[in-house]
């Protein structure tokens, strides 16, 4: 990568669809401060263009992410933006589905990044890792509270690489595609999100997201506040006469 080219990219692959891509390929696509102001720029918009509906994130070179740059550590710091978390994304609230399109090492913060996404595809020869113990360090970015427990002790402590079929397994990718397919498994599930109500999406990604971990009763009374005006929008009653006339739902945009 020249000196003078942007830490990410970003491109309108299909209409709607806004791929953001890092790229540091001679780091493996390693996040310092300036790819994390970029990546975070990227995100705010995604989040505030109304003419994007779904967001695909991944690696430039063959590559996800290596994580944290160690290298400029010493100087930058952890390379978060305010409240957002690594590189504006492992602790924001962004309304719009992503899709991490995984190939190579998604590695500590960059498996991070992978989990914050809403879905994941992954070629059979991509891995997960979390070696921050290996450097003295804490994966503090979502790798010890997202994980499924067992897999997160074994990931964590052990500082083992996870291969993307093995996660596959753990539920841990939604598409395992070969080597040079998980861009193209991420834009089809995109579209597959597209074709539905965007309000109806974007409710959905909350309840999930402002639920989880809680019981059954204390969800109720955080999704019955979101999900009950669903019902009574023109979006609902569209969404049933499409199907009752058997033809494609026709949503406003």
Request: proline share 6%.
């Amino acid at each position: 990568m020249d000196s003078h080219d942007p830490a990410v990219t970003t491109a309108e692959p299909r209409p709607g669809v806004l791929l953001i891509t890092l790229n540091r390929p001679r780091v493996r696509n390693a996040v310092d401060r300036a790819l994390a102001v970029s990546l975070d720029s990227a995100l705010t918009r995604l989040e505030s263009d109304p003419s994007l509906s779904v967001g695909i994130l991944t690696g430039a070179g063959g590559h996800f992410c290596s994580g944290m740059d160690l290298k400029a550590f010493p100087e930058e710091g952890v390379p978060l933006v305010a409240d957002r978390g690594l590189a504006g994304l492992t602790r924001a609230r962004i309304r719009k589905p992503l899709v991490a399109a995984v190939e190579g090492a998604a590695v500590a913060g960059g498996f991070e990044l992978a989990l914050a996404c809403d879905l994941i595809t992954a070629s059979d020869t991509a891995f997960f890792a979390l070696p921050e113990v290996a450097r003295g360090l804490v994966a503090a970015e979502g790798g010890a509270v997202r994980l499924p427990y067992h897999v997160a002790m074994e990931m964590l402590l052990t500082a083992i690489a996870l291969p993307a079929p093995d996660a596959a397994r753990y539920g841990l990718v939604n598409r395992l595609t070969r080597e040079g397919g998980a861009l193209d498994a991420a834009l089809a599930l995109a579209e597959r999100v597209q074709a539905h109500s965007r309000d109806a999406v974007h409710i959905t990604k909350r309840i999930v997201q402002d639920t989880r971990g809680l019981d059954d009763h204390t969800a109720y009374t955080v999704q019955d506040p979101l999900s009950t005006p669903v019902f009574t929008t023109g979006a609902a009653t569209e969404g049933a006469r499409a199907f009752t006339e058997k033809r494609p739902p026709a949503w406003s945009r």
